[in-house]
């Protein structure tokens, strides 16, 4: 079975510009989380969607969205892009969410310049 | 919110070294998972282990929930062990994980 997929795997952006990421959860997985670590540090939590649902949202600004499909892939939307946004962004799969085995894509790089 | 600690945050290893990388949390969890960070940002699952003992290979963890912490052991290292290692929770009833700061495993020849 093929693993948890992003797209892209590297995007250069410039300062007030828009980006859209994207993420396929394993097969049979409902739930898909947004992480983002900057260099040098551990990632953190965005964004935890469920059945299309919003379940939790980490300490991010309103220029952070996200969306989850019927087919239960996501996508992560930044707006005006600052600098500090420039980080490895990763998706997590796992079935329901909630105490289980959680399983990271290879996370797509994004470089605000 | 729940706190991770790692450490050490750097350990320099010869190849055919074994080692303890630590992890301490600050609430009841429900989920632990220890990560491999490979060079190109790749999070590898290493082990799921809210408690108890696993081993897998030359790698094994415990985890004592009780007293908060876990440990990984890497036996016998080689230079593709090098890497981030982390450690990441959830807290009872909660559904996101919290990573700890990592440590940086270099594994010289």
């Known amino acids: 079975d093929a693993g948890v997929t992003q797209s892209p795997t590297h995007l250069i952006k410039t300062r007030g510009q828009h980006v859209t990421l994207r993420c396929s959860p394993i097969?049979?997985?409902?739930?898909v989380s947004w992480y983002q670590q900057v260099l040098g540090q551990g990632p953190q939590f965005i964004f935890q969607?469920?059945?299309?649902?919003?379940?939790g949202r980490g300490n991010f600004p309103d220029r952070f969205s996200a969306r989850q499909f019927p087919n239960y892939s996501s996508e992560l939307n930044v707006n005006a892009l600052l600098l500090g946004d420039s980080a490895l962004y990763l998706c997590?799969?796992?079935?329901?969410?909630?105490?289980?085995?959680?399983?990271f894509g290879p996370g797509t790089r994004l470089l605000v310049l | 919110g729940i706190q991770v600690e790692q450490s050490p945050p750097d350990l320099i290893l010869q190849e055919g070294a074994n080692s303890t990388l630590r992890c301490n949390f600050s609430?009841?969890?429900?989920?632990l998972q220890w990560f491999h960070q490979n060079p190109w940002g790749q999070l590898i699952n290493l082990f799921y282990?809210?408690?108890g003992t696993k081993q897998n290979g030359r790698l094994s963890a415990t985890t004592v929930a009780t007293e908060r912490y876990s440990l990984l052991y890497i036996s016998s290292s080689q230079t593709t062990d090098s890497g981030v290692y982390f450690c990441?929770?959830?807290?009872?009833?909660?559904?996101?994980?919290?990573f700890g700061g990592g440590t940086r495993v270099l594994v010289k020849p």
């Open positions: 609430d009841s969890v429900n989920n």
């Open positions: 990441a929770v959830i807290k009872a009833a909660g559904n996101k994980l919290t």
């Open positions: 282990i809210p408690s």
């Open positions: 097969s049979g997985h409902k739930s």
């Open positions: 969607y469920y059945e299309k649902e919003e379940r």
């Open positions: 997590a799969s796992s079935l329901v969410g909630y105490g289980e085995t959680q399983y």
